[in-house]
């Protein structure tokens, strides 16, 4: 799904001439530990909110025009040292990533698809003409630090480790140009999880009001651009009681994303055959999900019903549910992993998303889905995606 990613080895105008191949790549075997003297206390699992508590390590690689990467650094947790004046600060010129590591009752340690995570990353890093990294020595400076920080990791069904890589320009200089010097760094944050008493189905808000990406822009990248802009659409939606927005685009109202996750619907479509689709990526508008590509090669492996990545648009929606043929929608990311979705606001009007009768919390499909992906994750279930590090 992702392009093969080049080292970046095309001639940069803000750099000379000196070609990229010659500098130096990211290198795991050099990387310098300077471990804390103040490790921190651990809060209860059971108090862990999403992204607040972070671990006792983090990993730095500075890059430079002149050098390339240089050696990657593990150091305790803390600020980062960077001039006022850096792009990052000023035009957004930065990017991240989400991936988790998850350990088992046997204190294995397992990443999930990491080198899906690192050649989003990559698109994202040259789609904001910052420098690319080799991901395998890349995953291999993760594996390093979590490692390190492995005590972290808390243990049980829904708990995990949320890794979060960022790339950011520290070109020093206001002049909006191509980056000089620029930074990767990845923190660790121990997550509980995402639904602690079982699936609580979400309302969304399908606005058209904003659009959060289209045609030839950023949304196929991971940029802190993409975001930024959310967050005050957002919030009029929770006003209005909903918890997340399904963004659309076009007149034609092409049902996109919703909130920072890819959108599944499931239903009998207009020929009477059940089908799984999901929005396509060609139109560029849309975040190749890692969680996405899994649940689309999972439920194709099944063999059960069609699964289709095609343009889905509210009014086929709103007519789908109106003829019965509505079965499920949910959300799909590497936080919640499956999100259930129980109602769309459109044009004014709550349109009730179909929920199993057993417990009214989630589809079936949904579940079923969520449990192979989780079976996975920790391990209980042998396969190739779920990479043991240690
Ligand atoms: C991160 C993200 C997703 C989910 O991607 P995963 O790789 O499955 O975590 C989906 N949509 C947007 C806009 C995102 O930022």
Known sequence: M???????????????????????????????????????AKLEKEKLKFGTTFSDHMLEIDWDAEKGWGKPLIRPYGPLNIDPASSSLHYALQCFEGMKAYINDDGKIRLFRPDMNMARMNSSMERLFLPTFDSKEMIECIKQLVLLDK?????????????????????????????????????????????????????????????????????NTKIGGNYGSTIMPQYEASKKGYSQILWLFGEEHFVTEVGTMNLFVYWINENGEK????????????????????????????????????????????????????????????????????????????INVPLDAEDGKSGKLTKRIWKEMTDIQYGRVEHPWSVVIN
């Open 275 to 350: 089908e799984l689709v999901t929005a396509p990526l060609h139109r560029g508008d849309i975040l190749p999900g890692v969680t996405r590509d899994s649940i689309l090669q999972l439920t194709r492996g099944w063999g059960e019903f069609k699964v289709t990545e095609h343009t889905i648009t509210m009014p086929s929606i709103v007519k789908a549910q109106k003829e019965g043929r509505l079965l499920e929608i949910f959300g799909s990311g590497t936080a919640a992993i499956i999100s259930p979705v129980e109602l769309i606001n459109y044009n004014g009007v709550d």
């Open 151 to 219: 005590d972290w990791i808390p243990k049980g069904d829904g708990y995990s480790l949320y890794l979060r890589p960022t790339g950011i320009s520290t070109h020093p200089h206001i002049g909006v140009s191509a980056s000089s010097k620029a930074k990767v760094f990845v923190i660790l944050s121990p997550v509980g999880p995402y639904y602690p008493e079982g699936f609580a189905p979400v309302k969304l808000y399908a606005d058209d009001k904003y659009v959060r990406a289209w045609p030839g822009g950023t949304g």
């Open 2 to 40: 992702f392009v093969a990613r080049r080292v970046r080895s095309s001639v940069n105008f803000a750099k000379g001439t000196k070609a990229f191949s010659a500098l130096a790549g990211v290198d795991s075997t050099k990387t310098i530990i300077h471990q804390t003297t103040h490790p921190k």
